[in-house]
């Protein structure tokens, strides 16, 4: 009788059905829809979508941005941790007039990441004008003088009142710049030049145009000219008084002066009337000195002297290298 309950209890366990673990619905990532969005404004706009947490806890928030990259996201929010979808929004402010927005709906919990599909909405007046361009400016070229130099470039100022001015100096660095000058504020590059002048000779400069706006500022390339060396330094000969001397032997003298950086080497022709009447076929005077050239006369010379104590005579004198100076003096007797 004892063995038969025993085997009663037994058969009845056996027929009760068993449910594993395994069995059980398992949580697993979420489960998100991006929907449409409405309350479009000019600087708002509500974006909605759903959201299925499937068992686990779970946080939602929507991106949003101009482009597919977004950009922007509102607060994370709990979404809960049930099993089924359920609606969610989320309201967006400070977006742009007449603009076109994309978003979508992203959740997560701790067995993973959802992300909805890219949408798009476009937000509700004009459209804000396009940040203004600043200009562009290109360098030119350069044409120097021993102390100065023309420079070159052009400039466009797309649209805005522009101004420009050259950057100058030794180095890249620059230092020194030409006063501002209008460009105007046309949309085509125009061809501005500016003079510089004080420079130094024979240095290399550098220069660049720059170009400014309330569009903003750019600068040109770097570029460099080298100014001319000065001539070589010449010396003038010059007459110094109205009178030359004479002595009985008909060895005369005139005062010549050089006046430069140099000495002066000529020749002397002395006539009256046409005719020659003394030469000095070369002399030398120091630079930025003065000194007695001598002479002696011919006959003829010698004879209109002693005629006449007073002669009035034309010297011409001719440098070796520069313009002859001519002097009508009086040649008198050196007692």
């Known amino acids: 009788m004892r063995r038969a309950t025993l085997l009663g209890t037994v058969l009845a366990l056996i027929a009760v059905p068993v449910v594993s673990v395994s069995q059980a619905a398992a949580a697993g990532s979420p489960s998100v829809t991006t929907a449409s969005a409405s309350s479009i404004t000019s600087s708002s ?13 779970t946080m939602y928030a929507f991106q949003y941005g101009t482009t597919s990259g977004f950009g922007h996201e509102t607060k994370l929010t709990s979404a809960g941790s049930g099993n089924t979808p359920s609606t969610v929004s989320a309201s967006i402010t400070g977006v742009i007039s ?7 709906i992203i959740a997560l919990n701790g067995s993973g990441t959802a992300t909805g599909l890219d949408l798009t909405f476009k937000t509700t007046g004009t459209p804000p004008p396009p940040p203004p361009t ?12 021993v102390n100065g130099a023309t420079v070159n470039a ?47 000779s024979n240095q290399t400069y550098h220069y660049r145009i720059v170009a400014v706006s309330s569009g903003g500022t750019t600068l040109g390339a770097d570029a460099t000219f080298t100014t001319g060396s000065p001539p070589p330094s ?6 110094f008084g109205h009178t030359a001397f004479v002595a009985p032997q008909g060895v005369g003298g005139i005062f010549l ?15 009256h009337n046409g005719a020659t009447i003394a030469q000095r076929l070369r002399f030398t005077i120091g630079a930025n000195k003065g000194g007695i050239v001598h002479y002696t006369l011919t006959g003829l ?3 209109l002297q002693r005629s006449t104590r ?3 005579i034309t010297v011409v004198v001719t440098p070796s290298s520069g313009t002859a100076v001519t002097g009508v003096i009086t040649q008198v007797p050196f007692l």
């Not at 706009?45 to 806890?57: F, I, K, R, W, Y």
């Not at 010449?234 to 007459?239: D, E, K, W």
């Not at 002066?257 to 002395?270: A, E, H, L, P, V």
């Open 154 to 200: 052009t400039v466009n100022p797309n649209g805005l009142a522009t101004d420009y001015y050259f950057e100058f100096g030794t180095t890249s660095a620059y230092g020194l710049q030409t006063p501002p000058t209008s460009a105007g504020s046309g949309t085509a590059a125009v061809s501005v030049t500016r003079s510089l002048a004080g420079l130094q």
């Open 234 to 239: 010449t010396s003038n000969l010059r007459f």
């Open 134 to 145: 600043k200009p562009t400016s290109t360098t030119g070229t350069a044409s120097a003088t």
């Open 98 to 104: 007449g603009t076109t927005y994309h978003y979508r």
């Open 310 to 312: 007073r002669l009035r």
């Open 45 to 57: 706009a509500t974006v909605s979508g759903t959201v299925n947490p499937n068992g686990d806890a």
């Open 301 to 303: 010379g010698r004879s």
């Open 257 to 271: 002066g050089c006046i430069g950086g140099t000495s002066c080497t000529g020749k002397m022709t002395i006539s």
